[in-house]
């Protein structure tokens, strides 16, 4: 009897916490719920503000007049945004081309051929890479890269000029070539830091595999390391490229700002996200340009969401496979 | 009398023209390090001065262009609102998902969106604000402070990323000995889970504040720009990366030197912070 | 034959093999089966080990050991976990030294020649003193048929790589179970079946050595007998050396028997002997169960 009074405390068990003593968890567990969940709320509220006010212009020209129609004449009201889809296109894929070999060539090197001591310092001087910040990288581009290059792309462009798209043309201070090439650079650490951790976690009975029945080592990484890593070197692939596609203040210094279909490699070009930074300035009285511009925004957004979606379902393939959670862009940033 | 079969000069060649490209590959990569950090400094420097740091760009297109003062305040008090919003927000997303989401289906949907928002560029960001805090009128026209709402909505999915890593890394054993001994549940989140990660949560917060610092894309139609020094961030506001940005569109010599002498700043300032961001990481017990 | 320039524990006073069968003699138990399975059908090649000393930075792992394999024969090593067994024989193929920090002093000769020799290549030696490890370890990207081509293909095309496959599958027991289904990737076969595709590509380079880490431990007691029973047939071919944890293993395998404890060798000689009237006292504890 004397036991089970000891454990009540007026009409409550012991055991029990007051009401008041439980507001803090429970406002804690509701608050951080509502802010996770607010999260949500605002990407879909992006997504439909931006189709709102990018309306006018679907409306005019239709969604696939708008995406498709090769004419963005600003002076006539028409806004065919293709050239810029072409010009993102070209550039993204540029700086695959120059930047994912790189990208890789240094991950492997990094984590299967330096010596110890450098690894550290190398990796660290790769992400460096990622703190300069794009206005920089574009001054330096426009003052440095595009003058000293003009004579080397000249003669590239002479000659090669019997490779159709390549060669012949005049060649262009700012141009498709030099966007393509500082986008290169921009995602040199994205791409390089998740290929490292993607190469690093080879699980290390594949390279002994390989090393056992007398492989030199490039042969070594040829049969372990690479065929391991193509997953997550995909995906890293296309997480730079969606930073590429969506890269707006070093390509618009560079590009050439022309709305139009450079038909060379070293023409000028443009690129949705530049033609918004460039001319948002004179739209802001002009309400038709204005929704152009936000409609090419959408059209911006919509593909590096697909991109990045695509190149998320690579990396959590390569994850799945080897068991381990790839490093999140923030903390290499 | 074993002889061993011996190695193809082929393949031995191979093996060595791979190891070089691989090693060339690497240099290649550190090629645009070392230039923009020699430019930088070759250009920047001898635009600094006591001058340069002290007066406000003029506006003048001949004769003396100014400092860049303003784009320097600009800059502090922007990021620094930007950081004010962001970091705790996205620490607070993160502790959900670690502390009280877990694995459910609607932490999932929440950390899918947030792996989304990384991947927003940086200009939709930019425009999404314009659209609704500026066209909608929101306290006026172009804003400090709208441009920071901007740079938050960055920052949130950099910083939750980072801060999820961090406290995940918290061992559970830690919670469970803390719950063990009947704490309640907050209790357990502000005084065990927060204070080991905090060295963590500082890495992940400063390297997303250096990747605000250097950001022009959201600031173009938030914050816009003006020439004085301002500390109202209720009106439009310089800051240094659209300084340099609109010094070298107009690509006059003075200017010119005075965006690379900006750059120089800018980058310094950021090299800063992402310094200070790994002394941390070092401190931390978890990583 | 190699002739033996100093005394050792091994055979002493024999220069051949202690068990041919004797015309009339009648079957064995079965426990001494795989040592009767007939000649060699390749002379063999030896390994001697001379004062190996192996390191992991600074601490010393093998310390100072004198070893003979002897061709044709399977020697086991046995001992405790941790008594630096396959740190041994990682010395003798060289694989020791991928280790970071890690690396080997003294002599290991495959017959004449010292695998730690100068102007050695490592990439050789290994193709010579093949390796199979603990736990199978197929390249996963690549069909049953590629595996065992793997090694093949390093060095060109000389060989025609389909009946290669075809003889070493056949010599690893496995071909008949995987013949129609040589497209398909490797690792989704069995663990048994997996490790003996792991021997298939080892002896399709046509090694003079087979080092077997363990070979068996991950498998089940099925998949083991299997592999005991090639193992049998391997070293007609091959000289073997095995490390296994496993006692019973090596009385039913080995023709010889190392004992190592902490880095040093404590005894060798013929299996039998090791295990029912060994020389030394901490043997003989091991043995008998008394610790490890």
């Given at each position: 009897m004397e036991a089970a009074t000891a454990t009540t405390r007026g009409d409550r068990s012991v055991l029990e916490r007051s009401p008041l003593a439980r507001l803090p968890d429970r406002a804690l567990r509701w608050g951080l719920t509502l802010l996770a969940g607010a999260t949500l709320a605002l990407i879909a509220y992006f997504i439909i503000r931006l189709y709102i006010e990018a309306k006018p212009a679907f409306d005019k020209f239709g969604v696939f007049g708008f995406t498709f129609d090769n004419n963005w004449d600003v002076s006539k009201g028409i806004f065919g945004a293709w050239p810029l889809v072409v010009g993102t296109l070209i550039t993204s894929a540029l700086a695959l081309v120059i930047g994912v070999p790189v990208a890789v060539a240094t991950a492997i090197y990094i984590v299967e051929l330096c010596p110890r001591k450098l690894r550290q310092p190398l990796s660290m001087m790769v992400e460096l890479l990622a703190a300069v910040p794009s206005v920089v990288y574009g001054l330096w581009a426009v003052f440095v890269v595009i003058p000293k290059l003009l004579p080397a792309e000249k003669w590239f462009a002479d000659t090669f000029s019997f490779i159709p798209w390549i060669g012949g043309g005049t060649v262009a201070g700012p141009n498709y070539f030099i966007g393509g090439l500082v986008l290169a650079i921009m995602i040199l650490p994205i791409v390089s830091a998740i290929s490292r951790e993607v190469v690093a976690t080879v699980p290390v009975e594949q390279k002994e595999a390989a090393l056992a029945l007398g492989a030199t080592r490039w042969e070594m990484i040829r049969m372990a390391v690479l065929p391991y890593s193509r997953a997550g070197i995909t995906g890293a692939s296309m997480l730079g490229l969606g930073r590429a596609i969506g890269?707006?203040?070093?390509?618009?210094?560079?590009?050439?700002n022309a709305p139009q279909i450079g038909n060379h490699l070293f023409a000028q070009g443009y690129t949705l996200a530049a033609v918004i930074a460039n001319e948002f300035g004179e739209a802001a009285s002009n309400h038709l340009h204005r929704a152009a511009l936000i409609a090419a925004g959408l059209v911006l957004f919509v593909l590096t969401l697909v991109v990045n979606g695509l190149a998320r379902a690579f990396v959590i393939r390569a994850e799945r496979k080897q068991g381990t959670r790839i490093a999140p862009e923030g903390a290499g940033a | 009398?074993?002889?061993?079969?011996?190695?193809?000069?082929?393949?031995?060649?191979?093996?060595?023209?791979?190891?070089?490209?691989?090693?060339?590959?690497?240099?290649?990569?550190?090629?645009?390090?070392?230039?923009?950090?020699?430019?930088?400094?070759?250009?920047?420097?001898?635009?600094?001065?006591?001058?340069?740091?002290?007066?406000?760009?003029?506006?003048?297109?001949?004769?003396?262009?100014?400092?860049?003062?303003?784009?320097?305040?600009?800059?502090?008090?922007?990021?620094?609102?930007?950081?004010?919003?962001?970091?705790?927000?996205?620490?607070?997303?993160?502790?959900?998902?670690?502390?009280?989401?877990?694995?459910?289906?609607?932490?999932?949907?929440?950390?899918y969106f947030v792996d989304v928002l990384t991947g927003v560029p940086s200009i939709v960001f930019g425009l999404f604000i314009y659209i609704v805090l500026v066209l909608g009128n929101v306290g006026g026209n172009f804003a400090g402070w709208k441009g920071s709402v901007a740079l938050a909505l960055l920052m949130l999915p950099v910083v939750t990323r980072a801060s999820e890593v961090v406290l995940q890394l918290v061992p559970d054993s830690l919670r469970e000995a803390a719950l063990a001994l009947g704490?309640?549940?907050?209790?357990?989140?502000?005084?065990?889970?927060?204070?080991?990660?905090?060295?963590?949560?500082?890495?992940?917060?400063?390297?997303?504040?250096?990747?605000?610092?250097?950001?022009?894309?959201?600031?173009?139609?938030?914050?816009?720009?003006?020439k004085a020094t301002t500390l109202d961030l209720g009106t439009q506001m310089n800051s240094l990366p659209i300084q340099i940005f609109n010094d070298v569109r107009q690509a006059q010599d003075r200017l010119v030197e005075r965006a690379w002498g900006a750059a120089l700043t800018l980058v310094v300032m950021i090299l800063l912070l992402t310094l200070i961001a790994r002394l941390f990481q070092r401190r931390s017990r978890l990583t | 034959m190699t002739l033996d320039p100093q005394p050792r524990t091994d055979f002493p006073g024999e220069a051949a093999p202690a068990r041919e069968p004797q015309p009339g003699e009648a079957e064995d138990a079965p426990a001494q089966r795989f040592e009767r399975k007939g000649e060699p059908e390749t002379q063999g090649h030896d390994v001697t080990v001379k004062g190996l000393r192996a390191f992991y930075g600074a601490s010393e792992a093998v310390k100072g050991i004198d070893l003979d394999f002897h061709p044709n024969r399977v020697t086991a090593m046995i001992g405790p976990s941790g008594c630096g067994k396959s740190t041994l024989v990682r010395c003798i193929n060289r694989m020791h030294e991928e280790i970071p920090g890690a690396r080997a002093e003294g002599e290991v000769r495959l017959d004449e020649l010292d695998v730690y020799g100068d102007d050695v290549d490592v990439v050789a030696v290994r193709r010579a003193i093949g390796m199979v490890f603990q736990k199978p370890n197929p390249f996963p990207t690549m069909s049953v048929f590629d595996n065992v081509a793997a090694g093949v293909r390093l060095s060109g095309g000389k060989a025609d790589v389909k009946q290669v496959v075809e003889r070493?599958?056949?010599?690893?027991?496995?071909?008949?179970?995987?013949?129609?289904?040589?497209?398909?990737?490797?690792?989704?076969?069995?663990?048994?079946?997996?490790?003996?595709?792991?021997?298939?590509?080892?002896?399709?380079?046509?090694?003079?050595?087979?080092?077997?880490?363990e070979p068996c431990s991950a498998l089940d007691p099925v998949a083991t007998l299997r592999i005991e029973e090639l193992i049998g047939e391997l070293k007609r071919r091959y000289t073997i050396i095995l490390v296994t944890h496993n006692m019973q293993q090596a009385a039913r395998v080995a023709d010889s028997t190392a004992f190592m404890l902490s880095g040093e060798l404590v005894e060798v000689g013929q299996t039998e002997k090791m295990f029912t009237n060994p020389d030394d006292s901490r043997t003989e504890d091991y043995v008998s169960g008394k610790f490890g």
């Open positions: 890269e707006t203040i070093a390509v618009t210094l560079v590009i050439g | 009398m074993t002889t061993l079969q011996a190695v193809s000069p082929r393949r031995r060649r191979t093996d060595r023209i791979a190891r070089g490209l691989l090693l060339a590959g690497t240099i290649v990569a550190l090629v645009p390090l070392v230039l923009v950090l020699y430019y930088l400094v070759k250009k920047g420097i001898g635009a600094w001065g006591i001058d340069f740091f002290t007066t406000d760009p003029s506006g003048r297109f001949f004769g003396d262009p100014g400092g860049i003062k303003s784009a320097i305040v600009g800059t502090v008090l922007i990021v620094a609102l930007a950081t004010a919003i962001a970091v705790p927000a996205g620490i607070g997303v993160a502790l959900y998902l670690v502390e009280y989401g877990k694995k459910s289906t609607f932490a999932n949907v929440v950390r704490a309640p549940r907050w209790r357990v989140v502000a005084r065990v889970v927060l204070p080991s990660a905090l060295p963590g949560l500082v890495t992940g917060s400063l390297l997303a504040v250096a990747r605000a610092a250097g950001e022009t894309a959201p600031l173009l139609f938030t914050a816009f720009a003006v | 070493s599958l056949r010599g690893a027991g496995l071909w008949e179970e995987v013949k129609d289904r040589l497209n398909e990737p490797g690792i989704g076969l069995s663990g048994g079946q997996q490790q003996r595709l792991c021997i298939a590509r080892t002896i399709a380079v046509e090694p003079e050595v087979i080092i077997m880490d």
